[in-house]
């Protein structure tokens, strides 16, 4: 028995339709070997070859994030996938009395900690969907 790691596959797929700033639709389904919770890199492919100023070795074309996603509903060809990338924020609340609690006890201040989930930034038709 090996204990090789297996190499994931590679596996890209385009963005069909957005829809809203949290969920896309990719091209690829059950039929590709995608699962529900499947993640995925989503990002723009800039147009512009980049060449390697010592050796002039095409470098490719630079992914321009637009942010990351997980499989939420799965069909035999297509794919739809919800923004996973999250921000910790401090939520900060002050509780004033009312006329039922006493004056003598001031306001209070309570932080409490969120979780906010980020949209995608500014996705496009055709934006290509990197497994992770």
């Known amino acids: 028995?090996?204990?090789?790691?297996k190499p994931k596959r590679q596996l890209i797929a385009s963005i069909v339709k957005i829809i809203n700033e949290y969920t896309l639709v990719i091209n690829k389904g059950s039929d590709h070997g995608l699962k529900i919770g499947d993640q995925f890199l989503v990002y723009f492919l800039e147009n512009e070859e980049l060449f390697d100023p010592e050796t002039n070795e095409n470098l490719g074309?630079?992914?321009i994030l637009r942010g990351?996603?997980?499989i939420i509903h799965l069909q035999e060809k297509i794919a739809t996938i919800k923004s996973n990338r999250t921000t910790k924020t401090i939520r900060t609340i002050k509780r004033t009395p009312n006329q039922w609690t006493s004056v003598?006890?001031?306001?209070?201040i309570v932080e409490q900690p969120?979780?906010?989930?980020?949209?995608?930034e500014y996705p496009a038709l055709n934006d290509k969907a990197k497994l992770l």
């Open 1 to 5: 028995m090996s204990n090789e790691v």
């Open 104 to 108: 003598l006890l001031g306001s209070e």
């Open 68 to 70: 990351t996603g997980s």
């Open 114 to 120: 969120d979780v906010e989930v980020l949209p995608f």
């Open 61 to 63: 074309r630079l992914e």
